[in-house]
C-alpha cells in the first residue's frame, strides 16, 4: 500500500488497537504537517473540515501522503517528534519511499 512504511504498518485496519503518524500534504512538495493520533479516520475527517487545526486549514494541508501505525502512544510520539526535527529532504524521502506519487491515501480510510 502506497504511503505506509511496510516495517512498522502491517495493514491499514483502523479497527485495531494502536496509534498512528501520519504526515499531510497540500500538494506535491507543498507544505507537510506531520501529527499523531489514535483515530486516524476521524482525524483525517477533523483535518478536512478544518476542526481542531488552524495549521491545515490555512494552509490547505489535507492529502494524506504517509501513515504508519504504533502500537504505543509512546513509540507514535516520539516518532512524530523525531520526523517533525528532520530536514525537509528527510521527510521527502520518507513520503517517496512509500508514495513516489504523493496519492491521497484518504480514500483508503473508508
Do not use: C
Not at 503518524?21 to 476521524?42: C, E, F
Not at 501513515?67 to 525537509?88: D, G, L, P
Not at 524521502?93 to 483508503?108: F, M, Q, R, S, V
Request: proline residues 3%; positive net charge.
Amino acid at each position: 500500500m502506497p504511503g505506509l512504511d511496510p516495517g512498522i504498518q502491517r495493514s491499514f485496519d483502523l479497527d485495531a488497537m494502536g496509534h498512528w503518524v501520519y504526515i499531510l500534504a497540500n500538494k506535491r512538495n507543498g507544505t507537510l504537517y506531520v501529527g499523531v493520533t489514535r483515530d486516524l479516520s476521524k482525524r483525517m475527517n477533523e483535518h478536512r473540515m478544518g476542526i481542531r487545526s488552524s495549521f491545515s486549514t490555512k494552509y490547505g494541508v489535507k492529502r494524506l501522503v504517509f501513515a504508519e501505525r504504533h502500537e504505543s502512544a509512546v513509540s507514535a510520539i516520539q516518532r512524530e517528534k523525531n520526523i517533525k526535527h528532520w530536514s525537509r529532504k528527510w521527510k521527502l524521502e520518507l513520503i517517496e519511499k512509500g508514495n513516489p506519487e504523493w496519492a491521497d491515501l484518504y480514500g483508503e480510510l473508508i
